[in-house]
């Protein structure tokens, strides 16, 4: 199973930025996906998940009204479209992919089987 992320880069705040993840080696319609986001000296957190229809989407406080989580199961391809990005968004971001994520853990790491190695987003004011 791998999942490859991309997209990630330099921007200034109140730019946008997709990034794409695109998964090889799994059923990707079965698997809920999410995107997670390390910032520098701080712990990994869910930024925005997206249930294996594309029917269920769910983000992070943090992100709600600027992020959207997307996904084409034919292509086996996930997106997070950021818009209105601010300094605090710069982080490390990564796609993960679990199996039987219930509503309870969606938002954790546990939840997650697969991960792929991350894209740097880098925001300055």
């Known amino acids: 199973v791998q999942l490859q992320a991309s997209g990630g880069g330099s921007g200034q705040v109140g730019d946008s930025l997709r990034l794409s993840c695109v998964a090889s080696?799994?059923?990707?319609?079965?698997?809920?996906i999410a995107w997670f986001r390390q910032a520098p000296g701080q712990e990994r957190e869910f930024v925005a998940g997206i249930r294996s229809s594309g029917g269920h989407r769910y983000y992070a406080d943090s992100v709600k009204g600027r992020f959207t989580v997307s996904r084409d199961n034919a292509e086996n391809t996930l997106a997070l479209l950021m818009n209105s990005l601010r300094p605090e968004d710069t982080a490390v971001y990564y796609c993960?992919?679990?199996?039987?994520?219930?509503?309870?853990?969606?938002?954790?790491?546990?939840?997650?089987?697969?991960w792929g190695q991350g894209t740097l987003v880098t925001v300055s004011s």
């Open positions: 993960a992919a679990g199996r039987g994520v219930i509503l309870s853990s969606l938002r954790t790491e546990r939840a997650y089987t697969y």
């Open positions: 080696g799994l059923t990707f319609s079965a698997y809920t």
